[in-house]
């Protein structure tokens, strides 16, 4: 009895020590493969800055911030809106890859504004978030700011001060740095901003922006859909031609699912990067904040096509496109690798995301503790902006040293969905609620859809102390900002 027992004790010990000796083996394997892997990422990782740096050419610009009375029916009530261009046109300043920007801004606003350059890697003291980056514009005084791009493709800029009522107001520019490896694929480009208006009955825009509701829910959700203004507006193309249409979502809190089902749709590109194998979704999701460039191929067998935000259960349309008859041609898109220098998101499978970053709320409990801006709100980590230091720069989320990878979970505990942005630096997102995202393409904002996680990692490149957001306004200004420090 006693033997018996003993040999199986000897038994069972062998086989633990044996198992132990295997999984620390595959243990030790397994993290040499990881940082073995993470330094050849690093080490190719070519996506760098030198703000001082010769530039290609130096371009001047000059953007006046003004006001502007509109209708958004011909004969209905006028709104007063905030502008950097025309009415029905975002103003659009195209310059080139390595290109300098000098941009007069003039505030001819009544109020104090700013100017942020979203996705550009530009120095912090260029990066428009008052008393962080600079002072705010005072009312008729100028700022000039200089930078240089990077980077190609699609970025926006918009005021970052009291952003839930100047950007909701229209007070936003695209700005597109060319690509000139993607000219000639492409017959017609378009560039639309798509944008939601709260109107009253007489067409008139609301003007209610004080705290409340919209902060403390959805955001401010708009009550009407446009495109560059226009309210479901038509518009032409030929048969057989091939449309780059960028869009950015410019909205205050509205998310779009862009339908794009039965369409030849390809996405060649997310927020300034081109997307290494285009592919063709079925619904594209847009945040608030977000640029997604498509290359439409408008077809030869339909009289219109339409497109349909289905973000809710009941779809709403956005816009028509009248299709006109052409001559015929071959479509020819050009097939092209792109070096978007993207980590391999083979070796992410990470088994712990080196930070966890969790987006939290109120609950309905909580309901008359959010009131007081102090006691709660959106948090990042369980605090509010306030708590984060932001002004200071003293207390960072976390900080991260240059030219290394990490990896970060997202975790979005709350019951909103949240499009996080982060200044000055570039992320990829890997893992969508543990499942491969469907290609590899890097970004700088990204919808964490209520209850869900989302994986990034980054190999940060601009060393300063950067914000983290909410892109929703309401959002971001009812507590849900951190920073970020890169070293
Ligand atoms: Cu597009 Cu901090 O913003
Ligand atoms: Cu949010």
Known sequence: MWRIKQNQITQISICGVVILLLSWCWLNQESRI????????????????????????????????????????????????????????????????????????????????TIHWHGIRVPLDQDGVPWISQDPIQPWATYDYMFSVWDPWTYWFHSHIDTAKQVAKWLYGILIVED???????????????????????????????????????????????????????????????????????SSARIYNLDLRQRKAKVVESDGWPIQTPYEPWVLQMGVGERYTLLVEIPDDAASLELVDIYYPEPSQLAVIDIEWNTIKTWQINT?????????????????????????????????????????????????????????????????????????????????????????????????????????????????????????????????????HCHINEHAEYGMMATLKIE
């Open 34 to 113: 990881d940082a073995l892997q993470r330094s050849e990422i690093e080490t190719s990782y070519t996506h760098q800055v030198d703000h001082n740096k010769q530039p290609y050419k130096d371009e001047f610009f000059t953007i006046e911030a003004k006001q502007q009375d509109i209708s958004f029916y011909t004969n209905k009530e006028s709104s007063n809106l905030r502008t950097y261009g025309t009415w029905s046109e975002p103003l659009v300043v195209r310059a080139s890859v390595w290109d300098k920007l000098h941009i007069k801004a003039i505030n001819s606003l009544p109020d104090p504004t």
């Open 180 to 250: 000139e490896r993607f000219a000639n694929m492409y017959d017609q480009e378009r560039v639309r901003a798509l944008k939601d208006y709260r109107l009253e009955e007489d067409w008139s825009l609301n003007e209610d922006f004080v705290v409340g509701m919209d902060h403390t829910m959805w955001g401010r959700l708009w009550n009407t859909r446009t495109i560059n203004n226009e309210i479901l507006p038509v518009y032409t193309a030929k048969a057989w031609d091939i449309v780059l249409l960028r869009l950015v979502n410019t």
């Open 336 to 468: 092209y690798t792109w070096d978007a220098s993207v980590p391999d998101r083979r070796v992410l499978e990470w088994a712990t995301p080196d930070f966890q970053v969790e987006l939290g709320g109120m609950n309905v409990s909580g309901w008359d503790k959010m009131l007081s801006w102090w006691d709660s709100g959106w948090t990042i980590n369980n605090k509010i902006h306030q708590e984060w230091d932001m002004m200071t720069h003293t207390n960072p989320l976390f900080s991260l040293q240059r030219n290394t990878l990490y990896t970060i979970r997202l975790n979005n505990n709350s019951q909103r969905d949240h499009p996080m942005h982060l200044h000055g630096d570039f992320f990829q997102v890997v893992w969508v609620n543990g499942r491969e995202r469907p290609y590899a393409g890097r970004k700088d904002t990204v919808n964490v859809p209520a209850q869900w996680h989302t994986d990034i990692a980054i190999i940060p490149t601009n060393p300063w102390t950067w914000m983290f």
